[in-house]
């Protein structure tokens, strides 16, 4: 089953350390800041600072807009996102640091609970078409920053416009389906329940 969500059925809340706001996309049925399965969200970050602690979930965060961000994880491990669509994965339990290039920017978050969902998060920039299975395991979302994305499954096409937000969740159990997602400045996350 496809679902469009639009930018007015998003939700602000307070990030988890207090130090500013996200935009909440999407979220696994009854999650809440503190647990849940997954969860989308779009953040601004306008200033210097470190990340929530998020222990026990898998991060991955991809440049959506601005010149870029150094992600020190305090580890030994820096992300250095500076192209639009750079991704970067890590540990929610990392001590991680944000430091912007210059100025602020924004960020499409990915967040997978480690028990529960594994995420695999593909950027694309240039004018692409992708073909996906998927199955009752495994959850897809298409995000465009610059223009409509394209769906077709089952000979049926459907425009999704820039900003909103397209789930796709294979109903029928032991049975596949064929998607076909065309667009440019597309994030493509597919979230596969743990076996």
């Known amino acids: 089953m496809l679902s469009i969500l639009s930018p007015e059925t998003f939700k602000t809340i307070p990030w988890k350390n207090g130090l500013g706001h996200t935009t909440e996309l999407a979220i696994s049925d009854g999650g809440t800041l503190d647990?849940?399965?997954?969860?989308?969200?779009?953040?601004?970050?306008?200033?210097?600072?470190?990340?929530?602690?998020?222990?026990?979930?898998?991060?991955?965060l991809v440049l959506i807009e601005g010149e870029?961000?150094?992600?020190?994880?305090?580890?030994?491990?820096?992300?250095?996102?500076?192209k639009l669509l750079d991704i970067a994965h890590f540990d929610g339990g990392c001590k991680t640091n944000g430091k912007l290039v210059n100025g602020g920017i924004k960020d499409f978050n990915?967040?997978?609970?480690?028990?529960?969902?594994?995420?695999?998060?593909?950027?694309?920039t240039n004018s692409t078409n992708v073909a996906l299975t998927a199955n009752n395991?495994?959850?897809?979302?298409?995000?465009?920053?610059?223009?409509?994305?394209?769906?077709?499954?089952?000979?049926?096409?459907?425009?999704?416009?820039?900003?909103?937000?397209?789930?796709?969740e294979q109903q029928a159990v032991n049975n596949e389906?064929?998607?076909?997602?065309?667009?440019?400045n597309m994030i493509l996350i597919q979230l596969s329940k743990s076996q």
Not at 73 to 81: A, E, F, I, Q
Not at 143 to 166: C, F, I, P, R
């Open 35 to 60: 647990n849940f399965n997954w969860r989308l969200s779009i953040a601004s970050v306008v200033n210097d600072g470190d990340f929530s602690n998020f222990a026990g979930y898998q991060r991955n």
């Open 68 to 82: 870029g961000l150094i992600l020190d994880h305090r580890n030994g491990d820096v992300d250095n996102l500076t």
């Open 110 to 124: 990915i967040m997978t609970n480690q028990q529960s969902f594994t995420a695999q998060v593909d950027t694309y």
């Open 137 to 168: 395991n495994v959850l897809i979302f298409a995000y465009s920053l610059s223009g409509d994305l394209t769906l077709e499954q089952d000979k049926k096409t459907t425009q999704v416009a820039k900003g909103a937000l397209a789930k796709y």
């Open 177 to 184: 389906s064929n998607i076909s997602i065309s667009g440019e």
